[in-house]
């Protein structure tokens, strides 16, 4: 079993900057595929950032390419979303998702290959 805790979202300006983290327990990190999903009202969970065990691989969505960075500390059991240049579009509630199956590429976008969730943390971006 994996506990994910999301924290760090709140309200910005859009061109504002946030930092979600995701704390882990319950087993360590360091051998786990993590991801950042993000939804919208009314709209489906959409994969945002991905990245490797080791933190040699990321992955980004079009959309938050060259404005989000995803990064995770295992000594801290914690990974990271740095959200820079935010847009009201980002507004949505973003989670932290752990995905157990051995060797999972940074690339994966399916939730469903993730099986762990944390309980999501508020980004609202106004214009």
């Known amino acids: 079993q994996v506990q994910l805790v999301e924290s760090g979202g709140g309200l910005v300006q859009a061109g504002g900057s946030l930092r979600l983290s995701c704390a882990a327990s319950?087993?360590?990190?360091?051998?786990?595929?993590m991801a950042w999903f993000r939804q919208a009202a009314g709209k489906e969970r959409e994969f945002v950032a991905g990245i490797s065990w080791s933190g040699g691989s990321t992955d980004y969505a079009d959309s938050v390419k060259g404005r989000f960075t995803i990064s995770r500390d295992n000594a801290k059991n914690t990974v990271y979303l740095q959200m820079n240049n935010l847009r009201p579009e980002d507004t949505a509630v973003y989670y932290c998702?752990?995905?157990?199956?051995?060797?999972?590429?940074?690339?994966?976008?399916?939730?469903?290959?993730?099986?762990?969730w944390g309980q999501g943390t508020q980004v609202t971006v106004s214009s």
């Open positions: 998702a752990a995905g157990l199956r051995a060797r999972l590429p940074a690339t994966t976008r399916g939730a469903s290959r993730y099986e762990f």
């Open positions: 319950g087993r360590t990190l360091s051998t786990i595929t």
